[in-house]
T-cell receptor
């Protein structure tokens, strides 16, 4: 089945710890994205990548880092510099027409 | 001014009625418009997209685009309780490559 797989579904982070969220797609899409969603809010763009080995900051990139070494994979690292990381993280990929398809999300909680 | 604005709701309609969801955007050069449905605790699901002025119908859903007035709407006919969800409007703003800017969503409740 084609789709976008995010893991883990739930993640708990201790203060000062870096954590990495996985995102893999087998849709052969060039573009991939990371969004953050806070309760009752829309989605805010963290990072995006249009092509392998290239990525750009979105609206709220501070405290996050990404890599795009393979077309299928776009992992997101939440660093200790991100002071309020508790949120729902959504990875997406898109066609040339621009419609984005989402993974099932990772819910990150600081403990 | 937010780039993409939606009434947050909540919007309640009785079962069988037409639900009307509205979205305005600030960038006149925007070309692509999308509607997503998000059930509580789940990820957004693409349900409609529209690129040209006018109406686009898909089953019980109709997307309407008016570029001159900079608004896009979603009509849900014969609303069902299973349509109860948050509906997100997303716009591909001009000069933004393919990434989408989202509104904050409208929460819809269909009452049985």
């Amino acid at each position: 089945d084609g789709g976008i797989t995010q893991s883990p579904k739930y993640l708990f982070r201790k203060e000062g710890q870096n954590v990495t969220l996985s995102c893999e797609q087998n849709l052969n899409h060039d573009a991939m994205y990371w969004y953050r969603q806070d309760p009752g809010q829309g989605l805010r763009l963290i990072y995006y990548s249009q092509i392998v080995n290239d990525f750009q900051k979105g609206d709220i990139a501070e405290g996050y880092s990404v890599s795009r070494e393979k077309k299928e994979s776009f992992p997101l690292t939440v660093t200790s510099a991100q002071k309020n990381p508790t949120a729902f993280y959504l990875c997406a990929s898109s066609t040339r027409q621009g419609g984005a398809f989402f993974g099932q999300g990772t819910r990150l909680t600081v403990v | 001014q937010k780039e993409v604005e939606q009434n947050s709701g909540p919007l309640s309609v009785p079962e069988g009625a037409i639900a009307s969801l509205n979205c305005t955007y600030s960038d006149r050069g925007s070309q692509s418009f999308f509607w997503y449905r998000q059930y509580s605790g789940k990820s957004p699901e693409l349900i409609m997209f529209i690129y040209s002025n006018g109406d686009k119908e898909d089953g019980r859903f109709t997307a309407q685009l008016n570029k001159a007035s900079q608004y896009v709407s979603l009509l849900i006919r014969d609303s069902q309780p299973s349509d109860s969800a948050t509906y997100l409007c997303a716009v591909n703003l001009s000069g933004s490559a393919r990434q989408l800017t989202f509104g904050s969503g409208t929460q819809l409740t269909v009452l049985p």
